[in-house]
């Protein structure tokens, strides 16, 4: 395929499917990628937290 067919296919593609996702979608996406960030953020936290406790019990045992 030459760069014009490529870029038809894409163009068309893009074009197409932004005039069906509607403003509610938009908005939906946008809050649950900042709850899963905000999610994400806080459990590594804890897991970061869970590793150090327990690598000092573990080292209390020794």
């Known amino acids: 395929m030459d760069y014009n067919t490529k870029s038809a296919i894409i ?5 197409s499917s932004i005039v069906n996702i509607g403003v509610e979608d938009v908005i939906t996406t946008i809050v649950l990628a900042i709850v899963g960030a905000i999610v994400s953020f806080f459990v590594s936290l804890l897991l970061k937290k869970s590793i150090t406790f327990l690598g000092a019990k573990c080292r209390r045992w020794k």
């Open 11 to 15: 163009g068309g593609t893009f074009f």
